[in-house]
């Protein structure tokens, strides 16, 4: 195992994905424990991993195809699917009608996460970083989710319907035409 090989798929920066994988799986069962402050904890985590993976590819000239998979697959889980099950898992349902609406709308966000990181794959070449993003990033939405986790949580929306319309137009957003500055 060479750390600084590009060609290792164990080298730093993919072993910093993998971390962001990590931080994300564990996050989702500190969520089926009703843990939802240490999930949290975990999400931010994975988003510092998720920053250091790229910043540590390029300062070392170690992205690939694969990195650039990878990267994908843990945005997915960490800042798609995890946030996603966080916000859906800490609203109040009253009813099995609410729960399979508030539900579908939550599969679709999550529809929208994958189709918005399979789209960014196809037009990013490795190493290269663009200036703007065109929608909104992934990482960007699961703040947003983040965000309405709080607002539920703190009692300033109460209302589940209305969260999750929110999170509909959010989804939109993913996939949208907006431009993004890149970070």
Partial sequence: MD????DDRLNI??????AN??????????ISKGDYFTAIILAWFAGAFDI????VARKYNLSTEFGVQ???????LSFVIMPSF???YAMEKTSVFQEIVIGIVFIVYIICGLRRLVEFNLKVDAGEVAKFFEGVPTPLGAI???????IYSYGVITSPYLITILVAVIAWTLNSKLRIPHP
């Avoid at 990878?70 to 997915?76: G, I, N, Q, R």
């Fill in 3 to 6: 750390l600084f090989n590009k």
């Fill in 13 to 18: 920066a993919n072993l910093i994905t993998f």
């Fill in 21 to 30: 994988i990590a931080c994300g799986v564990i996050a989702l069962y500190f």
């Fill in 52 to 55: 250091a993976d790229g910043k």
């Fill in 70 to 76: 990878l990267d994908s697959f843990a945005d997915f």
């Fill in 86 to 88: 966080l916000l859906f």
């Fill in 144 to 150: 947003l989710l983040w965000i309405l986790y709080l």
